[in-house]
T-cell receptor
Framework: GAVVSQHPSRVICKSGTSVKIECRSLDFQATTMFWYRQFPKKSLMLMATSNEGSKATYEQGVEKDKFLINHASLTLSTLTVTSAHPEDSSFYIC????????????FGPGTRLTVL | DAKTTQPTSMDCAEGRAANLPCNHSTISGNEYVYWYRQIHSQGPQYIIHGLKNNETNEMASLIITEDRKSSTLILPHATLRDTAVYYCIVRVAMTGANNLFFGTGTRLTVIP
């Protein structure tokens, strides 16, 4: 149990386009999902906290208009990178907290975004 | 703010025990010690956590000192698939907030 999936696993896009990344909790409900970004050889940095049915909470320095987060159901959150630029190239990872279980976070496999 | 200190990297021979240390001298009484690992180009994987007692599961053992200022993660028989970055995190559980802050971790390389 406690599986989190992400789609796509890898995406390459042109500068200026928008990219949507999906995060799904497959076998549990998650009121809260988290989005992280990881640059090469660096640690994970929390970008935002996504609560089902409400606006996301962004960490300092993360542009909410650039990284649009939608958490429309208890099993799905999406991150849209708008007008992507090469500096947005990174590894994006989501995690989900089990609504009914212990206070644990389960991580997705990550999405590697490359902006040309 | 770094609440844990870990060595940057370690090597371990395949089949031997890997002992990964972590210092958390400012840990509070209600903070747990969590360990995650991240294999290259994958999401983090939960390993184990504990409050003050030593813990063991199918993946690893966690030894916490009596004063709780440090701990050691033990992989009893390391395999090549255990090569990863290991993160030691202290956090208060059941707060509803995200308090999983990843430091730089220890890059463990298991050598054949």
């Amino acid at each position: 149990g406690a599986v989190v999936s992400q789609h796509p696993s890898r995406v390459i896009c042109k500068s200026g386009t928008s990219v949507k990344i999906e995060c799904r909790s497959l076998d549990f409900q998650a009121t809260t999902m988290f989005w992280y970004r990881q640059f090469p050889k660096k640690s994970l940095m929390l970008m935002a906290t996504s609560n089902e049915g409400s606006k996301a909470t962004y960490e300092q320095g993360v542009e909410k208009d650039k990284f649009l987060i939608n958490h429309a159901s208890l099993t799905l959150s999406t991150l849209t990178v708008t007008s992507a630029h090469p500096e947005d190239s990174s590894f994006y990872i989501c995690s989900a907290r089990d609504l009914l279980g212990a206070d644990e976070q389960f991580f997705g496999p990550g999405t590697r975004l490359t902006v040309l | 703010d770094a609440k844990t200190t870990q060595p940057t990297s370690m090597d371990c021979a395949e089949g031997r025990a890997a002992n990964l240390p972590c210092n958390h001298s400012t840990i509070s009484g209600n903070e747990y010690v969590y360990w995650y690992r991240q294999i290259h180009s994958q999401g983090p994987q939960y390993i184990i956590h504990g409050l003050k007692n030593n813990e063991t599961n199918e993946m690893a053992s966690l030894i916490i000192t009596e004063d709780r200022k440090s701990s050691t993660l033990i992989l009893p028989h390391a395999t090549l698939r255990d090569t990863a970055v290991y993160y030691c995190i202290v956090r208060v559980a059941m707060t509803g907030a995200n308090n999983l802050f990843f430091g730089t971790g220890t890059r463990l390389t298991v050598i054949p």
